[in-house]
């Protein structure tokens, strides 16, 4: 990931990761990638995954006050799709 951010590869460590995945698997070693539905809550950034879950209203909300729920994770504060919301899947892919 570049910058913990989801759907980017981290260009100084993996810039070449498609031929190093087909290089495991001639190898018989296969590749499996973890995925945490958690985004990186990166407000006034450029991020678009972030701001285009914000703007198509797809993460889940706070019982409390209706505010996108933050969490915590590997990218620090995060949010989480919520895969109940019918803009969610479509999102997502």
Known sequence: MDNFKAFTIDPKNYSDLP???EELHNNDIHYV???????A???GSNY????????TNVFIKSFFNGSDFT?????????YPDFF????IP???
Do not use: C, F, M
Request: aromatic content about 8%; glycine content about 14%.
């Open 19 to 21: 031929t190093l995945v």
């Open 33 to 39: 990638p973890i995925l945490e539905p958690g985004i």
């Open 41 to 43: 809550q990166r407000v």
């Open 48 to 55: 678009s995954v972030y701001n285009s879950g914000v703007e």
């Open 71 to 79: 969490g915590k994770g590997t990218a620090g504060d995060v949010v």
């Open 85 to 88: 919301h019918d803009d969610t």
């Open 91 to 93: 999102w997502w892919k």
